[in-house]
């Protein structure tokens, strides 16, 4: 009930291309669903969040859609580029102030 | 300048010693999250504390222990106990109300 999957776990893409990463979650009582971009040997970073009554939020390049419905939300990074390369992570909350369910993370390579 | 640190960046330890994982705060939020990280897989929730004195187990809590004494400070005893401690140790904090969790730069552990 309280998991988060996301997929794929690798994506390798060329710069300007459009890396997509889905996640899919069980828990109905979930309504805040973050992304986070982590470097290696870093912490995660807040990257971009949306709550289920809307069904696309952007910032920047990066671009969330959600699909309550299905129960699935996404990530996709518009122009691409080589500084992009990092792991992001999806994860879900059922209530401020409470902890965060994450998915198992998504290592983008992103080649010049 | 704000934000979370934690110290050290890289800790050794010896098999059947307990290590206590620093984190402090100078944002001024009410709730504090440890989580561990395991190379290639995403981060599970160990302990969170939504306000000082009180705190609560996550998912993982077993061989690990917290206080909460102040605001700022949250921090992490790895035990004797806990079967597989190496790993990456992340701490967190989020405003009293908030859904956004922001994360400092990490311990790596190492026991031998």
């Known amino acids: 009930q309280q998991q988060v999957k996301q997929s794929p776990q690798s994506l390798i893409v060329q710069k300007g291309g459009i890396p997509i990463i889905n996640c899919a979650y069980e828990n109905t009582a979930f309504d805040y669903f973050p992304w986070y971009q982590q470097f290696p040997g870093k912490g995660p970073a807040l990257l971009i969040a949306i709550r289920p009554d809307v069904s696309e939020k952007k910032e920047g390049r990066f671009t969330i859609s959600f699909n309550k419905s299905a129960k699935q939300f996404s990530l996709h990074i518009m122009d691409s580029q080589p500084g992009d390369s990092a792991t992001y992570f999806c994860a879900a909350s059922g209530a401020a102030g409470n902890k965060l369910t994450f998915g198992g993370g998504t290592r983008v390579l992103v080649k010049p | 300048d704000g934000g979370i640190t934690q110290s050290p960046k890289y800790l050794f330890r010896k098999e059947g010693q307990n290590v206590t994982l620093s984190c402090e705060q100078n944002l001024n939020h009410d709730a504090m999250y440890w989580y561990r990280q395991d190379p290639g897989q995403g981060l599970r929730l160990i302990y969170y504390s939504q306000i000082v004195n009180d705190f609560q187990k996550g998912d993982i809590a077993e061989g690990y222990s917290v206080s909460r004494e102040k605001k700022e400070s949250f921090p992490l005893t790895v035990t004797s106990a806990q079967k597989n401690p190496t790993a990456f140790y992340l701490c967190?904090?989020?405003?009293?109300?908030?859904?956004?969790?922001?994360f400092g730069p990490g311990t790596r552990l190492t026991v031998t």
């Open positions: 967190a904090s989020s405003d009293r109300g908030a859904y956004e969790q922001y």
